[in-house]
């Protein structure tokens, strides 16, 4: 690996985890991403237990898809289908689309070879497993195991600094649970088990899991009990 490569992949890192706006770390992360191709951004967090993975973009840039559309979270999931890829693994990955007679195809490829738009995306993991992504596209961008690396490095760095710029403990949109969060959490202050909770509501024990997930997440907390407490603390169970 170039050390100078590296280097500068270390103090972008650095400079995005001391940026006080998301305007730094956009900056930060285009100054880096740029020289190798990548011109196209969108950064989310994301969830495991929602259907449609996608919880909130933090930022999007670049046209995307060809037709200089504003791009939200449910025409991007819609239209670029390999996000829902980084339930099924743990590393970065690069995709290709290719244009055919039917519309674009989109394929998780080793490595993108040709005209593109190719990209990387890169799932984000926390103590509560899956807690968002970052994918970076472009036309012709390297798709060396060097850059892989250090472009995942500066992608987790972004997503965590996005997240502690815009979604600051408080607010509603990290605080507010879902029904279905707020009726598995009060089934599980009850005393019940996960498995009777499953039986109950007519869920597998899996959903039941990723719904407490989601609801720590959603909270801010690392535990289920400081989930329950947090909650009733704010009104949503009660005490």
Not at 7 to 23: D, K, M, P, W, Y
Not at 92 to 106: I, V
Not at 189 to 198: E, L, M, V, Y
Request: aromatic fraction near 8%; include cysteine.
């Amino acid at each position: 690996m170039n050390s100078g490569v590296a280097e500068t992949a270390v103090r972008t890192v650095l400079e995005i985890e001391r940026a006080t706006a998301l305007a730094q770390v956009q900056q930060a992360v285009r100054a880096f991403a740029g020289p190798f191709g990548y011109d196209r951004f969108v950064l989310f967090s994301a969830s495991s237990a929602r259907d449609e993975v996608l919880e909130r973009i933090y930022w999007v840039e670049g046209d995307w898809f060809g037709d200089g559309l504003t791009i939200d979270a449910d025409n991007y999931v819609r239209r670029c289908p390999v996000t829902r890829h980084i339930l099924e693994t743990r590393e970065p990955f690069f995709w290709t689309k290719t244009r055919q007679a039917d519309g674009d195809r989109y394929r998780v490829v080793r490595r993108p070879l040709g005209s593109g738009p190719h990209g990387l995306q890169v799932p984000v993991f926390g103590p509560l497993g899956l807690e968002g992504a970052m994918s970076l596209g472009g036309g012709q961008v390297d798709s060396s195991a060097e850059v892989r690396v250090l472009l995942a490095m500066v992608a987790t760095a972004a997503f965590f600094s996005a997240r502690r710029l815009l979604e600051a403990p408080g607010t509603q949109v990290v605080r507010k649970l879902s029904d279905r969060e707020r009726q598995v959490l009060a089934w599980t202050a009850a005393g019940r088990r996960q498995a009777d909770i499953a039986a109950t509501l007519g869920l597998s024990e899996r959903t039941v899991e990723n719904h407490l997930r989601a609801a720590r997440r959603r909270l801010g907390v690392a535990t289920t009990a400081q989930a329950i407490k947090t909650a009733i603390h704010n009104g949503d169970l009660d005490g």
